[in-house]
């Protein structure tokens, strides 16, 4: 009766290891996409990433980069103070993106060209995301936004 029991309690220990590998196995499978390393323009120049990557890059619009092409189509650069990745961007951009503004992208870095398929920008005139102040702050540039004194 004794092993009988001792076996039981080590096959149900096997099958929630079993059970619980799987399920380890099977919600890193589902998020093999979903997740996006966020990368400042440095880091990009740096240690460039493989072509089938998909990341986020974020810094400030660089004055006098914007270009707007054929169609939707547009070119500009973004910059963290210290380096500079040349962006490609097909659709409507938010109404808050302009140069010298902030923004993050989501999209690939092919052939030295970011080529983005999402670009979100500022909220507000104060509003930068956590990830390109961070950014900002490691290379020295960052200045925090200045009061108006309005509240």
Do not use: C, W
């Amino acid at each position: 009766m004794k092993g009988l029991k001792k076996r039981r309690r080590i096959q149900i220990i096997a099958i929630a290891a079993v059970s619980l590998a799987l399920a380890t196995g099977l919600v890193g499978y589902a998020m093999r996409d979903g997740i996006n390393f966020f990368r400042s323009p440095s880091q990009v120049v740096d240690a460039p990433p493989p072509p089938n990557e998909t990341f986020r890059i974020g810094g400030l619009v660089e004055d006098g980069s914007l270009v707007r092409g054929q169609g939707e189509t547009i070119i500009f650069r973004v910059t963290d103070g210290a380096a500079s990745v040349d962006v490609r961007y097909t659709g409507v951009l938010p109404d808050l993106f302009g140069e010298g503004e902030g923004m993050v992208g989501t999209g690939k870095y092919i052939n030295n060209v970011f080529e983005a398929t999402e670009i979100l920008a500022k909220h507000d005139e104060t509003y930068m995301p956590k990830e390109v102040i961070d950014a900002l702050k490691e290379q020295g540039v960052y200045e925090p936004p200045k009061s108006d004194g309005a509240s």
